[in-house]
């Protein structure tokens, strides 16, 4: 089912019932890995009864937000409680509201 039954937003659509992506036999076991640690992966018969292909990973103890391109940054970030201005390292950062958004409800039947 997609939708919100609740109606508990102004963005609320009805239900409707069909079939989603990924529903349909083994479609999602296809699309998909489980990372597990190698031992893992290497066992013939482990207790994770899946049908996705186990992949093993390593090395992942010391990966952390810096090891991400271009995420190795950081800023100070202070909220003005009286105004609500957000700064990053005295800049201010600001978002503008959309003019138009693609694909929004306009576009849905």
Known sequence: MTGDPNASTDACEPLVLGPQFGAHGA????LSV???SLAAAAAASDRM?????????????????SAMVRNDRTGLVQVD??????????????????????LNRLYFL
């Open 34 to 36: 489980a990372f597990v």
């Open 27 to 30: 479609t999602a076991a296809d």
């Open 49 to 65: 009864p899946t049908r996705r292909r186990r992949v093993g990973v390593r090395n992942t103890r010391g990966i952390g937000p």
């Open 81 to 102: 409680a009286s105004t609500g201005r957000v700064t990053l390292d005295g800049d201010l950062v600001s978002s503008p509201p959309a003019q138009s958004v693609s």
